[in-house]
């Protein structure tokens, strides 16, 4: 049986090309509710403005893509700043703070979320629990912010005998490509639907995986991949693109995080 793998993926280090991970999740206005996942707009500019006022900047992942396949080199500070789940408030919180501040996000997004709150149909009505629509993806992508990652079509879920997208413990090889591909694709070909793109970006759900489950990702056509791991990444010219990330919790600043980063190497 194939066991769950940590998240800890480390991208080969290359001197001048290393780069920073932010992931954020909910962004509410109720002080209240701010916690390991969920903090305030106040909190968001704050670190907005602090990566912007020490010139960082924020790089997407087919930016990503395309520096590698060109044998580029990154900024000096680079940022990947990242936002799992799709909540509705990257439309209505976060992205006026992008446009602010000239920085630019990728929103992972979970079909079988939008699929809902798109029959719902009531935009910027419910923002403290609500995911966004099909139509509000498209105009999160067409803002030039804002590009739309791959976080599984109905794979967010580790209540029932599969954690994520992880491999269950008696699915056979064949099943569990299956599975997994026909997911990430559906939501990849609906994605591509949607705003004329298809995704390069894939987050982990609770940052899980299997042996495998990366080479299966990526033969639906992702080549940057997200995890849970508290690490610096770098470019690495021969292989995936893994992208580590700091989770952003209430109370713990970009400005620390950055600080942490810079004290890794």
Not at 146 to 158: A, F, L, R
Request: hydrophobic fraction near 30%; charge should be negative.
């Amino acid at each position: 049986m194939i066991g769950i793998l940590s998240a800890a993926i480390y991208a080969e280090n290359e001197s001048g090309n290393s780069f920073i991970g932010l992931m954020y999740h909910q962004v509410l206005k109720d002080e209240s509710r701010a916690g390991k996942y969920i903090i305030t707009p106040n909190e968001l500019e704050s670190d907005l403005a602090y990566l912007s006022e020490n010139g960082y900047v924020s790089v997407l992942p087919s930016q990503l893509v395309k520096i590698r396949e060109q044998g580029g080199i990154l900024p000096e500070k680079t940022v990947v700043i990242t936002f799992d789940d799709g909540y509705e408030t990257g439309l209505y919180y976060v992205l006026p703070l992008l446009k602010k501040y000239g920085m630019k996000a990728v929103i992972n997004v979970v079909g079988s979320y939008t699929d809902e709150y798109s029959r719902i149909n009531e935009e910027g009505k419910h923002l403290s629990y609500a995911y966004l629509t099909w139509n509000e993806i498209k105009t999160l992508s067409d803002s030039g912010y804002v590009e739309i990652g791959n976080h599984t079509y109905d794979m967010h879920s580790n209540n029932g005998d599969r954690n994520g997208c992880a491999r269950k413990e008696n699915e056979s090889d064949e099943q569990y490509r299956t599975v997994l591909y026909e997911d990430v694709d559906r939501l990849s070909d609906k994605l591509q639907q949607v705003t004329g793109k298809r995704p390069v970006a894939f987050a982990y759900p609770f940052g899980s995986l299997s042996e495998g489950s990366a080479e299966i990702i990526g033969s639906a056509g992702i080549s940057v991949f997200m995890t849970c791991c508290e690490q610096p990444c770098s470019m690495n010219r021969n292989g995936r693109i893994v992208i580590n990330r700091y989770n952003r919790e209430s109370g713990r600043t970009a400005q620390q995080i950055c600080e942490e980063f810079n004290n890794a190497f």
